[in-house]
């Protein structure tokens, strides 16, 4: 956000924008309990809303905080204010809208999802998690050192 703060809004577009990019990298992902995937179509996927689902929305909902609390610790400072928490929310946004999708399955959530998972790299391995670490360093340097 610092890097377009004189002008938040288009901050809280690249930063939704920023989720398919960081999306096409190798990362690692957990496993949701109450999320059907189906390989040969995946606008069929489902998602179950069950007790499953409950112990899913724990696991996302601590994830978001967590990343929400990290954000604030590592990119505030002046101008931060609300626009950080703006920022990570629109960032986490694309997550949110392919719940709507598997609930609502209608455009332009369709759409979305469709052009969502072009982006997502589906291997989640050991290498993905050591992308995700570089990320971050790589991320805070850019940040804080050069910005």
Do not use: C
Not at 21 to 38: C, K
Not at 83 to 88: H, K
Not at 116 to 121: A, E, M, R, S
């Amino acid at each position: 956000m610092k890097l377009v703060s004189h002008h938040p809004v288009i901050g809280l577009f690249l930063a939704f924008g920023s989720h398919f990019v960081l999306d096409a990298i190798p990362h690692w992902d957990y496993h949701l309990g109450s999320y059907e995937r189906n390989k040969k179509e995946p606008l069929k996927s489902v998602i179950h809303l069950n007790k499953r689902f409950l112990i899913d929305l724990t696991k996302m909902g601590s994830d978001g905080i967590f990343g929400l609390i990290l954000s604030i610790i590592i990119f505030s400072g002046p101008p931060a204010g609300g626009w950080i928490i703006l920022g990570v929310i629109s960032a986490m946004l694309p997550d949110f809208l392919q719940f709507l999708y598997l609930q609502i399955r209608r455009e332009p959530f369709t759409s979305l999802q469709r052009f969502h998972g072009w982006f997502h790299n589906q291997k989640n391995n050991f290498a993905g998690i050591i992308s995700q670490i570089i990320i971050i360093i790589l991320a805070y340097f850019f940040i804080k050192v050069l910005v």
